[in-house]
């Protein structure tokens, strides 16, 4: 019988060895950025077509993100599939892998498991209902809290709803209405995971953040919420007889999307999804500390770009954000600029309402701020542009770009997910629907290189639409890759890419390692 030898370290202990890693300036020493080789690409089990080499067929299904922890070694893949047309159908969930050799540890699927829901004191109620209108759970987000030893996704659909005060919640009807879920996992024994919880969110939650010192969990809501307040920032501090807290935010073109902590100044960021705008909230007594305008130095931005590189942006237009990341030892907070589009048809893309390219201009680009507030540059904001030669007037869109029938290492880095590295000097942005990953050099700022990601299914054929005028099929465009999560395993560099597959893509996550 083999006997399991695990890293006991008191939780005190290592929420001080975790901001100690986040806020010490040494570890973040001077250093050229590493380029990035793939080792290995994992990919669905149920996609695999026999390939050798660094594909490695896994119980990974359309991987959202994921998040890696080195006390103990292991990191995890929130899975996103799930069958439309029924609830409690489909692998939504999440695998647990070993960091370096990506041995399965464990696999979850919380479609038709328990999961008791948070009520407002604190006590645990009935298990929350199916999804709305037959929805799957939908996983988006993952983050570890690795002192406490817990893990927490955030779901799309919860079934439930907060009434218009958020002073209780009840059964959602549609999902226009329907609150998303922030699922808590035990994951003391990463090869025996337990679904613990569920907290009720805002709806259109997406991504998480949480404190690894004061244990908090930041979910914001990127679409309103029906709700008096239709914008806020959820607080779930699991510590507390009364665990739900909110951070509301001004009006309805407030809500926040990406999010993180800063342990080391006891701040979370977050990137407004249409606000133009980046809020700091005070994790000590969660309220809003400043804001910070992205869309002047955007605009001053593209002013200064040669004039063959320049770019008019119509009125009425808005910044859409994305993802946010926090390098926490420089104190920088970096957001995705995803795209640049009439600010109702930007809310719209992601629900029912199909937006044609010729309506948008798909970004390209990341906003640096400095959230340092000793340094002599608290709050500016520097733009970085992942352009990779394709400019706007040239390359307008995505589907341009890909049009182009390049590379996808050879295509701008549409920006999506991100992730930093302060000790390697290197910021990585994944290229949501160009297929890639940019590695930009966080000295610089400049774009250092591009990995192609989206990898086809050998053999795949992909079905036509239908037109419903003449009933013929229509002619198939280029296929489209669905980029996502970037993490990056602290201590050893590794990072991980989300690959949603769609298209005949594969869904996968790609690991790659760092070498100067």
């Not at 201009?361 to 340092?372: D, F, P, S």
Request: charged share 20%; hydrophobic share 35%.
């Amino acid at each position: 019988m083999k006997h399991r030898h695990e890293l006991r370290v008191p939780k005190a202990l290592v929420s001080i060895l975790i901001a100690g890693l986040c806020a010490v300036p040494g570890l973040a020493a001077a250093g050229s950025t590493p380029t990035y080789t793939i080792n290995k690409v994992l990919v669905a089990e149920d996609q695999w077509q026999g390939e050798d080499g660094v594909v490695d067929p896994k119980p990974i299904y359309k991987p959202h993100e994921s998040d890696a922890s080195y006390f103990p070694d292991y990191w995890i893949s929130s899975n996103e599939r799930g069958d439309e047309e029924v609830a409690g159908s489909g692998k939504g969930g999440i695998t647990i892998l070993k960091n370096g050799s990506n041995a399965v540890l464990s696999q979850v699927s919380i479609e038709s498991a328990c999961i008791p829901v948070v009520q407002l004191n604190g006590s645990l109620g009935a298990c929350a209902p199916a999804g709305a209108e037959g929805h799957p759970r939908h996983p988006h987000g993952i983050d570890i809290d690795t002192s406490r030893r817990l893990a927490y996704q955030v779901a799309e659909h919860s079934g439930l709803k907060w009434n218009a005060g958020r002073t209780g919640f009840e059964p959602a009807a549609t999902t226009d209405e329907e609150s998303g879920l922030l699922v808590v996992y035990d994951v003391r024994d990463p090869r025996n995971p337990r679904v613990l919880k569920g907290y009720v969110l805002g709806h259109a939650a997406e991504e998480s953040a949480v404190n690894e010192v004061n244990g908090k969990v930041y979910v914001g809501n990127h679409e309103p919420s029906p709700t008096t307040v239709p914008c806020f920032v959820s607080v779930i501090n699991p510590s507390s007889s009364h665990p739900y807290r909110f951070i509301d935010l001004p009006n309805d073109q407030s809500c926040v999307q990406g999010l993180e902590v800063d342990e080391g100044l006891n701040t979370v960021n977050g990137t407004t999804h249409i606000g133009q705008k980046m809020y700091t909230f005070n994790s000590s007594n969660d309220t809003i500390a400043y804001s910070v305008d992205i869309r002047g130095p955007f605009n001053a931005f593209v002013a200064g770009l040669p004039a063959s590189q320049r770019f008019t942006i119509p009125d009425g237009w808005v910044l859409h954000m994305h993802d946010l990341t926090a390098d926490k030892s420089n104190h920088r907070a970096y957001q995705t600029i995803h795209t640049i589009g009439d600010a109702a048809t930007v809310e719209e893309e992601e629900g029912t309402v199909v937006v044609e390219e010729a309506d948008e201009i798909t970004g390209r680009w990341v906003a640096e701020v400095n959230t340092n507030p000793r340094s002599r540059d608290f709050k500016r904001v520097r733009i970085i542009d992942l352009s990779n030669g394709q400019s706007v007037p040239a390359v307008r869109t995505h589907g341009d770009a890909v049009d182009t029938g390049l590379p996808y290492n050879r295509l701008f880095v549409h920006a999506h997910f991100l992730a930093v590295d302060p000790s390697n000097d290197a910021l990585l942005v994944s290229g949501e629907h160009t297929g890639n990953l940019g590695v930009v050099d966080t000295d610089t700022r400049r774009l250092k290189q591009v990995v192609a990601i989206s990898r086809p299914i050998p053999n795949c054929v992909r079905t036509p639409e239908i037109d419903e005028t003449t009933g013929l099929p229509l002619p198939l465009e280029a296929p489209e890759p669905h980029v996502h999560g970037v993490n990056i395993q602290a201590l050893a560099g590794t990072a991980y890419v989300s690959d949603e597959g769609e298209d005949c893509f594969y869904e996968s996550v790609t690991v790659l390692r760092p070498s100067n």
